[in-house]
């Protein structure tokens, strides 16, 4: 019995180094982060409805501003508490820094069910921002394709990416005004 034992412990350990040996050549194989936000990258242009109900009106197009003026993207969801906190400073900051050309839109990842309320949510943290929607997530795919809720990109003058962060968390409030201000100057 015990000889069974040991013989499969051995096999055990085979197929997990064969296992093992199989993730870490895939990682290698795989291409670097395509679609997705990074750092250093241009993101990928793209046009949303302002959400109904919001009181921001109109369409958004990142093209407007895209190497122009520094530009905040933001995915938000009405489900997502973080992201109203998130939302709520960013209205703060959107209010300090605008003059300096600061562009903030939000997107909504909410699907069809939830995006009705995203308008409300809005108006009712009183954000003046563009907050549009993006119900069939084809922006959302290309940009942030783990639909991560708040999930923040920085992107400065120039149309490159200078930052990205996930979550809110008490260090992300504190710095996030002076990160804005050095994303406007």
Same mark, same amino acid.
Request: hydrophobic share 45%.
């Given at each position: 019995?015990?000889?069974?034992?040991?013989?499969?412990?051995?096999?055990?350990k085979?197929?997990?180094?064969?296992?093992?040996?199989?993730?870490?050549?895939?990682?290698?194989?795989?291409?670097?982060?395509?679609?997705?936000?990074?750092?250093?990258?241009?993101?990928?242009?793209?046009?949303?409805?302002?959400?109904?109900?919001?009181? *921001?009106?109109?369409?958004?197009?990142?093209?407007?501003?895209?190497?122009?003026?520094?530009?905040?993207?933001?995915?938000?969801?009405t *489900?997502?508490?973080?992201?109203?906190?998130?939302?709520?400073?960013?209205?703060?900051?959107?209010?300090?820094?605008?003059?300096?050309?600061?562009?903030?839109?939000?997107?909504?990842?909410?699907?069809?069910?939830?995006?009705?309320?995203?308008?409300?949510?809005?108006?009712?943290?009183?954000?003046?921002?563009?907050?549009?929607?993006?119900?069939d997530s084809?922006?959302?795919?290309?940009?942030?394709?783990?639909?991560?809720?708040?999930?923040?990109?920085?992107?400065?003058?120039?149309?490159?990416?200078?930052?990205?962060?996930?979550?809110?968390?008490?260090?992300?409030?504190?710095?996030?005004?002076?990160?804005?201000?050095?994303?406007?100057?």
């Open positions: 019995m015990t000889r069974f034992g040991a013989g499969r412990a051995g096999t055990f085979m197929m997990l180094r064969a296992l093992l040996g199989t993730a870490a050549m895939l990682v290698v194989l795989a291409p670097a982060r395509v679609g997705i936000a990074t750092v250093g990258a241009r993101p990928p242009d793209f046009t949303l409805r302002g959400a109904a109900g919001a009181p *921001w009106k109109g369409t958004f197009k990142l093209s407007e501003y895209l190497g122009k003026r520094p530009v905040v993207i933001t995915f938000t969801a *489900w997502c508490a973080p992201c109203e906190l998130e939302m709520m400073a960013l209205e703060k900051e959107r209010a300090r820094l605008e003059s300096r050309g600061l562009v903030v839109v939000a997107i909504a990842i909410d699907d069809a069910s939830t995006a009705p309320q995203v308008g409300a949510m809005a108006r009712r943290l009183k954000v003046q921002f563009p907050v549009v929607t993006d119900v084809s922006v959302t795919a290309r940009i942030n394709p783990r639909r991560t809720c708040p999930f923040m990109i920085s992107v400065d003058r120039s149309g490159k990416i200078v930052r990205e962060s996930e979550g809110w968390t008490a260090e992300h409030m504190k710095n996030l005004p002076k990160d804005l201000e050095s994303l406007v100057n």
